[in-house]
Structures are given as structure tokens and as C-alpha cells.
């Protein structure tokens, strides 16, 4: 049975087991509903508060099983307890297993031993890690201390994050649309009246059309353009990360596409830009979009630190005839703008789009440290008493010297409009919306994009204006080329 068709199969046994109030899940802290029912494929995994509650499970599994024909397969099952103990006798009665040691909820393991547990956890990752670390970056190529912490942080961000952000796949980049989501999923649970369930989807609905009506509004893209999209989509990032060919594992929700390339275009065009300058490549979406409506003579120059990234996207680049006007600068952004300013090049256009985390370099008595291992990790996972916990990863700081104080993006933006933009010319910042997380009450001020927004508002010499289009642009251009004279 093909997968969904087994997802749509297996549902009536879960929301007979979430909708049975006889049947008490556990509660997870800071969490305000109970966990009981957990579904992944063709594995059900059942977290409840009692040993009893095993017996009236089974009778909904029994239940399922005479209305579905599908049996639970006890041979490849097993009963954790924790807490109380579970005798022979009732483990005879449920025919299945008892657990040895630990087994897998959802991807993570839980079990009795802490210490075991958090070692299958995260032992792999930290191996993995480091082995990039090291062998990619650490020893290979002649990075100067900075561009290897760069490199690093964007590492472990992607590497540590990878559980993360298989589910924030499915989510959408409106807070306001997750959120609704959510509180349907709780009033399905609890039964509410289907014409509020259906109002709720409406809403949700709603939503999605007005961004398809957007895309559908838009320019269709050229036909080069149109085969890097798809090339990107449906590019096998899981298999090349699995073969260490990228750095982390990358998903394709990182292009630019069509609605925002046509943005840039029309600012590329309108403004007649003939040198730009990209912070981020990623496949050439955007490199190449703008590089479709300069001239001839027209130069996009674009920075990407992923070397498969790089060669990748000069191929799908390649077979566009504007391919030739993308001039593709390997490594840390920081090192190639360096290079530029020092070279005097000027630009007319400049796109941001590059690791909003960033990384912070901090002023200590004169010297500046690098923080290698910058953003601190919080993850939360079940230890063996099946607690929430946080683990929270170290900071390690190593010293060098430079006489720059600021964070990445101030420090991009500091280059940006001092050094790289030319007179008159503007520069667009992306994600300056970020997911909502700018905007949402518990997010401290002082962190990535946030930090980034709140520093540009206190500049008096910019003007600067944030468009809500896909995850935000903010354009910021200098009060001295934009003030009309009397
Ligand atoms: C959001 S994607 C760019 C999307 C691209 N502009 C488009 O339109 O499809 C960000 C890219 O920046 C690259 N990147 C992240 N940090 C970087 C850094 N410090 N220096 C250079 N490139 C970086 C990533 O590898 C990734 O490909």
C-alpha cells in the first residue's frame, strides 16, 4: 500500500484514540495539550499516564483491527514502562514485549537510560559535525579564522536543525496561518462543531489563494528560468547531503522563485542597474533574474559559500544566455565583499539574501573574539522520564584581531552602503520579516533579523521601507539620493 494511501488508513485509529477522553495521555511541560497517539508511516507509538490505559488501547486497537483487517505486528512491538513496573502476567496478557532498554519515538530515543539515550541521540550528529568541521573546512582550505567560524555556524545551524526543519516544511511563513493551524488541530481534538473546524480551514484557505492569485498576477517566467525552478525543486538534496556533497542539508523552500525574482527584476530594470551585487546564491534564482533584464553589458556579482551550490547553479545558469553576465564569488560573503571593496567596485543594486543567525564578533579590551560555535541551540528532547529538557550546546570563544565591531549583517550592511553602493543606488534586504519572529512578542530584540530591523530604524542618514512580499524585502536606499530640492 502506497504510503498516503496507508496515512488515510491508519487515521480513523488515531482520532479513535485522541477522542477517547477514557484514555489519558501524558502531559509534556510547558505544553498545554496531552500527548498520547504518535504517527509516523506505519509506526503508532501510544504514550499514556497508566498502566490500566494499556488495556482500554487495546481495546480500540481490537476495534480497528476487526473494522480494517490490519494487525498490530507484536512481534516488532514493545511496551516501555516508566514509573510503575509492568508483571509477567500483564505482559503476557498484552502479548507484546517488554522493552530492554530504550526504542524510538518519533526519531528520538527514549528509554531508562539517560546516559544511553542521549548518546544514540546525539553522539552521530556531533561526530558528523565535527567531521565536516575538520575535514571540509578545518584543514582543506586556507580560511582565514572568521570565514571558518562562518562556515562553521552555518553548519552546525543546518546540521543540528535538520529534524527542525522537516516539520517547518509543512509550515507556512505566516505565523498568523500556523497559529490558526494549530488552533484547529486543538478544536478537532476537542470536538468542536464542523462550522467552526470548516470556517477555520476557510480562513486558511483564503490565505493560499490570495498567494496563488499573486503568483498566477505575475509574469510567467522565461524558459531558463522556469527549468532552474523545477531543477531546484526536484534536485535530490536529501541524497546529495547523505553523499557529503553539501555541507548541510539543503531545502530547495530557500529559492527566491518567480513572484520575488520578478520584484527584483523590476527594481533591477527601473533603476537600469548595471552592477549588483548578490549576498546569497543559493541555485541562481535571483542572480539570474536580475541578470535577464540588465544589458549586455550589464554584472551580477553573487557570493555563495556551498562549493556544490556553486557549480550546481552555474549549470543551470549556463544554459541561459544571460548565464554569462553572473560572475559567482566562492566563500564566506564576508572575505568576497571584503575583496570587492578593496578592489573600489561599486554597485548600483545590492541583494541580501544570505544566513540571517549570523554570527557575532564581540569587542572585548581592545580585541576581537570570534564566536565560533555562535548561536546556542536549545533542543528540546524526552529523557528517559520522559521529560521535556533543554540541552543547551556551548559557546566557544577564540580570539583574533580586527577592528570591526558588529554583528555579520551590520557588518554587511556596513560595506553595503559605505563602500560597495554606488551613488544612487539601492540595496534590498530579504527575509527582513523573517517567519513573524521580528514581530512576535517573545522574541528577544537583539537577535538575527530583529537585531538587523531595529539597528536600521536608528540610522538617520537611510530610508528605508519593508514590503510584504513572501517573506519581506526591505528596501533601504540613502536620504542624500532620494530628497527632492526646492
Ligand atoms: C536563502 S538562500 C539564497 C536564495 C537565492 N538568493 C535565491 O534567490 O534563490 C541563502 C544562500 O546563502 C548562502 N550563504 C549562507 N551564508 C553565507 C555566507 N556567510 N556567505 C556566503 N553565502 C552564504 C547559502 O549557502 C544559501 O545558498
Sequence with gaps: MSAILYVLAAEPLGQALLKNNNIHGIKIPFSVKESKYFAHADDTALTVADKNLVTEAFKIFDLYSQASGEKINREKSEILCLGSKISEKELEQFGIKPCENVTKLLGIYIGKDKQLCESLNWDEKIKKIKNNFIFNFGSKKELTLPGRATVFSTLTNNKLSTEEKGKMSKRSRDPAI??????????????????????????????????????NKTSTPS??????????????????????????????????????????????????????????????????????????????????????????????????PHGKKVEILTGPAIESLNGLAKKNEKFDFIFIDADKAGYCDYFNNGHMYASVFINVYQFKYFT????????????????????????????????????????????????????????????????????????????????????????????????EDMNGTV
Design 178 to 215: 500556523n497559529k490558526l493551524r494549530e488552533v484547529k488541530a486543538e478544536a478537532e481534538s476537542l470536538g468542536v462543531p464542523e462550522s467552526i473546524i470548516n470556517g477555520m480551514q476557510a480562513v486558511d484557505d483564503l490565505a493560499k489563494a490570495r498567494e496563488d492569485y499573486c503568483d
Design 223 to 320: 524558459e531558463s528560468m522556469a527549468a532552474l525552478i523545477k531543477d531546484t525543486l526536484e534536485h535530490p538534496w536529501q541524497n546529495v547531503y547523505e553523499e557529503g556533497k553539501t555541507t548541510w542539508n539543503i531545502s530547495p523552500r530557500m529559492m527566491s522563485g518567480n513572484l520575488e525574482g520578478y520584484v527584483l527584476k523590476f527594481l533591477v530594470s527601473a533603476s537600469k542597474s548595471k552592477n549588483v551585487l548578490e549576498v546569497g546564491m543559493f541555485t541562481g534564482c535571483s542572480a539570474l533574474g536580475m541578470a535577464e533584464v540588465m544589458p549586455d553589458d550589464g554584472k551580477v556579482v553573487t557570493c555563495e559559500l556551498d562549493p556544490y551550490l556553486v557549480d550546481l547553479a552555474r549549470k543551470f545558469m549556463d544554459r541561459s
Design 384 to 479: 528517559s522520564y520522559l521529560h521535556l529538557c533543554t540541552i543547551t550546546l556551548v559557546t566557544i570563544l577564540l580570539p583574533y584581531h580586527s577592528s570591526n565591531n558588529s554583528r555579520t549583517f551590520d557588518y554587511i550592511l556596513r560595506y553595503a552602503s559605505q563602500e560597495l553602493l554606488a551613488p544612487g543606488g539601492t540595496i534590498a534586504m530579504d527575509n527582513a520579516l523573517f517567519g513573524g519572529k521580528p514581530y512576535m512578542e517573545d522574541r528577544p530584540p537583539n537577535e538575527g533579523v530583529t537585531k538587523f530591523n531595529n539597528m536600521i530604524v536608528t540610522r538617520k542618514d537611510i530610508y528605508y521601507v519593508l514590503m510584504p512580499v513572501r517573506d519581506g524585502i526591505m528596501l533601504i536606499r540613502r536620504k
